[in-house]
């Protein structure tokens, strides 16, 4: 999986040109480039990693700084002389500094820390399935376009085939050797595949609409494919050597332990809020009086008062907040070990009956294979007779459109085989080629 990744990482680098025939991975590396909710989720992404990297500022202590300028004017006391002074303004100015940390809530901050960690780490795996999903699409429209392709092949060639019998057929039925039914038959014949191989033009249209849909390209736009390397079809993967080393690991699994680990800690989160509350604090004051003796930077500095202390705050009785968020967070909690539970049955059997379809599209391929060999030997018998003269028009054309479906079951069942075993590829890891 980690090389199919790299591989995408290098394809989504090069340039992009408009004639130049374009891989099934440079299609996915353009596809997750250019998806926008790709981009809306390395957003997501990108905000849970910078709450998770700021939250280590909550361990600063909080530290609180005044400053106070008081005005008294009449008959006032100065506290500093024990003197009474009568209807003259009097000028009081104080400064203050403190800090504070509650050893409680420095614990409770590094629990919801490493959740924030574990939201970051479930963005990056949600993000991981969606793209997962994406390079599956395309993978599909890749697939459909090279069928359509061939289809389109396929089709003008048997049409460019019956055209040139049908021209040998009309010439020897105006000279009398050959019945007018055959040349009718063929005629039908022609019109059949011409309509054949336009339906395939259309249907390979819109299967380079789709593909364009995926890049991001206008439809207008032509493109050209670069088909898979080599004819052999692979072996399908062993299921059992596979599901006995539990591997590959299924994102959504990973995905749902994630969100496990993260109810254990709002559960401890939860237990936290009753615990005492410790909290360290200390400061330092000073101030300046006009009826005081000396100036205002003496005063400041002999009038330093330094304070700390210890408080340790001891819940009772809190209403029911508490207990019923204790409450909710353990109920939470046992959901999500029964949904991990479900989700690793889940991806179990989606990989089970993944690999159980290419191993029955591998025997289709087979089967389908030896029906085209077996059409296309009929069909050659047939074509001799009929140029002999033994056999009629109809059934020459018979044993022919036998041949024509054998051929184009014989092509889907290829392609949908190659197709699940990419898919295999995409959202398993597993390697066949």
């Not at 992404?45 to 005044?66: F, H």
């Not at 005629?187 to 059949?192: D, S």
Request: glycine fraction near 6%.
């Amino acid at each position: 999986m980690r090389g199919f990744i790299l591989t995408l990482l290098l394809a989504a680098s090069l340039p992009l040109c408009a004639s130049e025939p374009l891989s099934l991975e440079r299609c996915i590396a353009i596809a997750l480039k250019e998806d926008r909710s790709l981009r809306q989720g390395e957003i997501t992404l990108a905000e849970n990693r910078s709450k998770a990297a700021l939250s280590i500022m909550d361990w600063i202590p909080e530290i609180n700084v005044g400053a106070g300028n008081d005005f008294n004017w009449g008959r006032s006391v100065d506290m500093q002389e024990l003197l009474i002074v009568d209807n003259h303004m009097t000028l009081t100015a104080s400064f203050s500094a403190s800090a504070s940390f509650s050893l409680t809530k420095g614990f409770l901050n590094g629990m919801q820390r490493e959740a924030l960690f574990l939201d970051g780490k479930s963005a990056e795996l949600t993000n991981s399935q969606a793209e997962t999903e994406v390079a599956a699409r395309v993978t599909g429209a890749f697939f459909q376009i090279l069928l359509c392709s061939q289809a389109c092949e396929i089709c003008r060639r048997n049409s460019a085939e019956i055209d040139s019998k049908l021209e040998s057929a009309s010439a020897e039925a105006e000279a009398g050797s050959r019945a007018m039914a055959d040349l009718y038959e063929l005629e039908a014949q022609a019109y059949r595949e011409r309509f054949a191989l336009q339906e395939a033009r259309n249907k390979l249209r819109i299967a380079e609409m789709t593909l364009c849909d995926y890049l991001n390209l206008p439809p207008e736009e032509g493109i050209t494919l670069l088909p898979p390397t080599g004819d052999s079809l692979p072996a399908p993967p062993d299921a059992g050597i596979i599901l006995a080393d539990d591997f590959p690991k299924a994102p959504s699994v990973e995905l749902a332990l994630n969100r496990l680990e993260r109810d254990r800690i709002q559960v401890r989160i939860a237990k936290a809020a009753f615990l005492p509350d410790l909290t360290v604090a200390g400061g330092c004051g000073t101030y300046y009086s006009s009826t005081g003796g000396g100036g205002f930077m003496e005063q400041v500095k002999g009038n330093v008062n330094p304070s700390a202390g210890i408080t340790l705050s001891i819940p009772i009785i809190d209403g029911s907040a508490n207990t019923r968020n204790l409450a909710g967070a353990r109920a939470q909690l046992a959901r999500q070990e029964i949904e991990v539970e479900k989700v690793r049955q889940e991806a179990a059997s989606a990989l089970r009956e993944a690999i159980a379809e290419a191993a029955n599209l591998y025997g289709n391929c087979k089967a389908a294979e030896a029906g085209f060999k077996a059409a296309s030997a009929v069909e050659r018998i047939a074509q001799e007779r009929f140029g002999s003269g033994e056999i009629s028009g109809a059934d020459y054309l018979a044993a022919r459109n036998a041949r024509l479906r054998a051929e184009a079951q014989t092509l889907q069942a290829r392609y949908r085989y190659l197709l699940q075993l990419k898919l295999l590829e995409c959202r398993y890891g597993i390697m066949t080629y």
